[in-house]
């Protein structure tokens, strides 16, 4: 698990790699919480391309960073799910707090 994050104006683009879990939650979790406090961002994107599983842990991981960064009147967007991804996070609602871009096609799900 690693997430990279880098700041484009008033964009905090945060691009998560490996396992979403309860173990992995936590560090990533303070990485983003920490950039975002410094950069107070008005839009935060997390970037979820190189995510290979993600369980529950991962829609706190979203909620919680959209309530940060909602109090500062920012939004979330969520990029590059993948269709597991994707089902998951529309099943849990988080499309009403966040955007999210539509699913992407993999080769392993045709």
Known sequence: MSVKISNKGEVLYCSISGEIDHHSAGSIRKAIDDAANSAMPNLLVLDFAGVTFMDSSGIGLVMGRYRNISK?????????????????????GIERIATMDPVREEESYR
């Open 72 to 92: 500062q009147g920012g939004k979330v967007h969520i990029s590059n799910p993948s269709p597991y991804i994707h089902k998951l996070m529309h099943i849990s």
